[in-house]
């Protein structure tokens, strides 16, 4: 019952948001013409509900500078200033919502991540994909903007395996409060080593 309500919850919130803050949309999007150029949009695949992948949207936080050799420079080194105001203030990910209201997403859930990230879950944190990929994830209640691959993931799994309304609660308001925080440490410029660098680097 509370999944039938939960998605209900989703569609309508996202569109009700969407209508309201459609000027901002279109004021974040000019911002990221203006100083970052076209495209306005990072879209890039996630593993979503039951590992299907779908097309994750973004407004773009980065270049496209490259080195010599013709490669992306590290993602620190591309990141700008409008970028890091638009990720410690979670803006660029407000077109999120969209794939809310399609369905691929919900409000509250395990972080959407890249495909080549499937083959380094433990089976306990494959549980991440019994559930939608959410906008504001589970590790907020963790009340910390630069959490250990280990420990979001953990979070996640026991999201999982313990869907219910009080937890999505506990979420949300742990999500806003979370946003100031790193606004506060810069968390903008934080970029974490990739899981599968990170794993098979442990051994993994």
Do not use: H
Request: include cysteine.
């Amino acid at each position: 019952m509370f999944c039938i309500f939960k998605r209900l919850f989703d569609i309508i919130s996202a569109f009700i948001v969407l209508i309201i803050i459609s000027p901002l949309l279109l004021v974040i999007a000019a911002a990221v013409k203006y100083s970052i150029g076209s495209p306005v949009l990072f879209i890039q695949e996630r593993s979503g509900m039951g590992q299907k992948s779908f097309l994750i949207k973004k407004f773009r936080t980065m270049t496209n500078e490259t080195d010599s050799n013709g490669d992306l420079l590290p993602d620190e080194k591309r990141q700008t200033k409008i970028g890091k105001f638009l990720r410690s203030s979670s803006l660029d990910e407000l077109p999120e919502l969209f794939s809310i209201v399609k369905g691929d997403m919900s409000v509250i859930g395990p972080r959407p991540l890249p495909p080549l990230y499937n083959d380094y879950y433990t089976d306990r944190e494959k549980k991440r994909f019994d559930v939608r990929s959410g906008l504001l994830p589970p590790d907020s209640v963790a009340m910390s903007a630069t959490i250990t691959w280990d420990k979001q993931l953990e979070y996640e799994a026991d999201y999982a395996e313990n869907l219910s309304l009080i937890n999505d609660l506990r979420i949300f308001g742990a999500a806003v409060k979370l946003v100031f925080i790193r606004k506060k440490i810069n968390y903008g410029g934080y970029v974490r080593k990739p899981l599968n660098e990170e794993r098979k680097s442990n051994g993994i």
